[in-house]
Structure formats: C-alpha cells, structure tokens
C-alpha cells in the first residue's frame, strides 16, 4: 500500500496536526482493549449557541466554523491542552452578510485556514497576521460550498478544492503569497447530487461523495472524475478520508461507514445516528455522529462508540498532536486530550442485531454482553430470545466486530451463537 495520510489528518507545522499521521502519532489510538469513555472528552466554553459545521486545525490553534458566518479560535494554551476557552474571530463572516459557514480546511504548513459556506463565501485567515482575506468566486456558483479541501503550504503552489450543494466541483490554485485564486475549469463528477465532502491525500490525487451514493476519484487536480462506487449503497455519504489509492472510508446516514481496499467496498454499522465527519491514518481514526458519539477505529472491522458529555450532534472534527476537538449543535464543542485514562464502565454497550425468521421481524437490542443478554440483565434480552428463536442470526455487528463473528466459526460458533441470544426455546424465562 502505497499510503499518503488523510488531508484532514496531516501533520501540521510546529507539531500541530490535522489529521493523518496525527490521528496514530498523536495517540488516538484504541486503548484498554479498545474501550474508552466519556470522560475523555470534555466540554469547552464557547461565546455562541450557533451550530457549528466544521474544524481545523492551524499552526498557532484549532477552529471552528458555523452558522451566521461565525468563526472560532481556541484559546488558553493553543491546540496542545486540554479543557480551553474559545473566543471569536468573526461574528458575521468575511463579508458581514452573516452567512453560514459550512467547511474548513488548513493548508499544509497550517500557516492558513480555509473556510467556505452560504452565497459562494470564501475566505481564508492568515494565522501569523490575524488578516481575513476574502476571496471572489467563480460566476457560475450560485449556490453554496459544502465541501473544502486544503493541499500545498501558503502562498506556494496552494490547492483549494470546493464542492457545492449543485454537484459542482471548483479547483482555485494560489501561486504566491499575495495571489488571487485562480479558478479552473468547472468541474460535475456526478449528477448533480450534494457533494458534502471532499478529501485529498496528495497535491493532486482526492475523493469526493456525493448524496446519490456515488464517490468519484481523480488523479490531476480535479481535471477529469472517474466512479468508484458504491453500488446499492442505500445511504446517503456524509464525509470521508481519503488516506491511499487503496484505502478510503466513507460515513453516512444511519452508522454506515464504508471502507475502499482499492477493488471492493465493504459496508459497517456501527451506531444509530448519523456520522458526519471522519479522520484516519494507517488503522487509527476518528469519526463523529449524532446524540454526541464520537467513533474510534483500530482496524477495518474495528470501530468502538464512545459516549461524550453531550448529547448533541456532532458534525465537525479535528484532530492535533495533542489534542482533538469535536464541533455541533448549539456552539458545542467538545475535546479531548492525549493520553488521557480510559473507563471501561462508562463504554456504551456492543450494538446487536437479531434476526428471526418467525415472524420476519428485526429487533436491534443493545446488550453489555452476550453473558448479559443470556441471563436476562439486559431490558429487552427477554424479548429477543423469545422471538428470535433457535434460528436467530447475528448481524452486523457491532462497533468492535464488524462483520467478522466474535463467537468462532463452523458448529462451534451456531452452538455459541444461540447460546448467547438466549436460544429460543431453551430460554428460561420461555420455556413453556
């Protein structure tokens, strides 16, 4: 595998990150046997209750993005402490219109921070000087940008990459420090479906996806657009990392994460919510969804839900050296620091879901284990091992499993299997 880091996870200058080699180097890492908890995470002081779309992390600290053309910066020890204060930097955006802002990127030396939103608005921030530098868009973008990728370090052969709500895809190329933007050719992979999310894993070589189902992928720059997949997806893409020509993860609507090994795709649930955002780097990641989850990864199957001190949607992250910061509903953001001791009491519980076949009904029932669910101590365990019966089937699985089967193989694991939900008529609490 040839692996480049995920744009969202590349490692910043001064030992900042945003992503890549941030989301291993920097300790994101699955610990204590891949459980973690929510005091891991804690809530900072922001000076809003608007939603807040997007993060990313500079040289000096991290940012956030959101409605009304707001626009944050993390204080009290910059992006490698934990527990700090945010205050702002824009109230009504570069323009003063107070349009939403719903993307943001940082280049590569994290000297600028890219943002986007409403109406076409685009700006960038220059960390060393404090300025706001408004950039004028292409004339055929009537609509908004939903999506923005950073490549290239400031002024020197800098790549901006944009997507709209309209399907479109724009590529702005600044050569200099003091440069405009200059805009090439437009660009509509698909058909003309929302492209929410964009991500590069080099100058020139990205991913998009769009709500159609559809993810596309170039080699030159957004110059031509070839499909990739993803057949029947039956979910709408949200966000993705791309981190190699073979390796991608795209997440979605209801828990789907999708993960690309360069031929095939191969589809996850791992929760309930919806997952907006995600970061990788080699088999490390993080990705964050709705009702306040944060998701950890540590292999292709492996993904753990972690519970946080909020119950809010979470649709934007970022990740430091030191540091990671979620952003969402209400002006929440929540963070968390390197390093910091997990709790296995606190995990939320392994999602199940049963299968019967009489009648055909699914059930999901969340269960802290199969030894719980066998001895009834779980609310709705009864429920399920009368219903599934001795046939029942595990399925997708579960934040940790994915697809592989945590109870062996062959006759051992069916035996083991309808053991664990209870056994249909061998339940004690049906047996008539």
């Known amino acids: 595998m040839s692996e480049k880091l995920s744009r969202r996870s590349l490692l910043k200058a001064g030992g900042v990150a945003l992503g890549g080699g941030a989301v291993a180097a920097a300790g994101w890492t699955v610990t204590n046997g891949g459980r973690a908890s929510a005091s891991q995470w804690q809530v900072a002081q922001t000076p809003t209750n608007v939603t807040l779309n997007a993060a990313a992390v500079s040289a000096a600290s991290p940012f956030a993005v959101g409605g009304g053309g707001t626009v944050l910066q993390r204080e009290s020890g910059g992006s490698d402490s934990g527990s700090g204060s945010w205050s702002h930097v824009l109230r009504q ?6 349009k939403d802002l719903l993307a943001a990127d940082a ?11 409403d109406a076409g608005v685009l700006a960038a921030y220059d960390v060393s000087t404090g300025k706001i530098h408004h950039h004028s868009t292409p004339s055929q973008v009537k609509s908004k940008w939903t999506g923005i990728a950073v490549r290239g370090t400031s002024g020197e052969n800098e790549h901006v990459y944009l997507t709209t709500d309209s399907g479109q895809q724009f590529t702005g190329v600044r050569a200099s420090p003091g440069g405009e933007l200059q805009w090439r050719e437009l660009k509509k992979p698909g058909s003309g479906a929302t492209i929410p999310s964009t991500d ?3 100058l020139t070589d990205g991913r998009l996806a ?3 189902g559809k993810v596309f992928d170039t080699r030159d720059a957004g110059a031509t657009w070839d499909a990739i997949g993803i ?10 990392a791309d981190v190699a020509t073979d390796d991608c993860t795209v997440v979605g609507e209801q828990g789907t994460i999708y993960h690309y090994d360069g031929k095939n795709w191969r589809r996850f649930t791992v929760c309930d919510p919806d997952v907006y955002g995600v970061q990788r780097s080699g088999d490390a990641g993080l990705a964050v969804a709705g009702s306040g989850l944060v998701l ?8 753990r839900t972690v519970d946080t001190p909020t119950e809010k949607d979470l649709y934007g992250l970022a990740v430091g050296s030191k540091l990671a910061v979620a952003v969402g509903d209400g002006g929440t953001v929540v963070e968390r620091r390197r390093g910091a001791t997990a709790s296995p009491a606190t995990t939320r519980p392994v999602s199940f879901a049963v299968w019967c076949r009489r009648p055909r009904r699914r059930f999901r029932r969340r269960v802290a284990s199969a030894t719980a669910h066998r001895r009834g101590r779980w609310p709705g365990a009864h429920t399920a091992c009368r219903r599934a019966g001795p046939r029942a089937t595990r399925r997708s699985e579960s934040t940790g499993g994915g697809g592989a089967s ?15 939900t209870g056994g249909g008529r061998d339940c004690p609490r049906t047996r008539r």
Request: glycine share 20%; net charge positive; no cysteine.
């Open 93 to 98: 955006g570069p323009t003063g219109n107070g």
């Open 107 to 117: 280049t590569d030396d994290g000297k600028r921070v890219w943002f986007g939103g």
């Open 200 to 202: 590069f894993r080099a």
């Open 210 to 212: 769009d709500t159609n």
């Open 231 to 240: 057949e029947d997806a039956g979910a709408d893409y949200l966000g993705m």
């Open 296 to 303: 950890q990864r540590s292999g292709v199957e492996k993904w």
């Open 406 to 420: 945590a109870f062996g193989s062959g006759s051992r694991r069916r035996a083991r299997r309808r053991r664990a």
